[in-house]
Nanobody, 119 residues
Framework: QVKLVESGGTLVQAGGSLRVSCAAS????????MAWFRQTPGKEREFLAA????????VYADSVKGRFTISKDNAKNSVYLQMSSLKPEDTAVYYC????????????WGQGTQVTVSS
């Protein structure tokens, strides 16, 4: 089993920056990739970015490309999402997720951290 714990969500002004973190514990040796998603009430969970655990290859959703950066620290079993030029529409609960195979689903999820961007 893997446990994911997000942190760092807070209230930030539009145009500001914020970094959220996710720490993984448990059986993390099989990690293939980790990712960030977000969700607002009444909407489906939205993929934001992912990073492969060994090579550090990254992929981003078009909606955040150029504003958000995903990174990892293998020694700390942690993944980060650096967000800049934040907009009110970035307000959401941000979740990290982990998968153990390249073509599998993200099967481990954190509890989420709230990011609120004020205008």
């Amino acid at each position: 089993q893997v446990k994911l714990v997000e942190s760092g969500g807070t209230l930030v002004q539009a145009g500001g920056s914020l970094r959220v973190s996710c720490a993984a514990s448990g059986r993390t040796s099989s990690t293939n990739a980790m990712a960030w998603f977000r969700q607002t009430p009444g909407k489906e969970r939205e993929f934001l970015a992912a990073i492969t655990w060994t090579l550090g290859s990254t992929v981003y959703a078009d909606s955040v490309k150029g504003r958000f950066t995903i990174s990892k620290d293998n020694a700390k079993n942690s993944v980060y999402l650096q967000m800049s030029s934040l907009k009110p529409e970035d307000t959401a609960v941000y979740y990290c997720a982990l998968k153990e195979t390249a073509f599998g689903r993200y099967n481990y999820w954190g509890q989420g951290t709230q990011v609120t961007v004020s205008s």
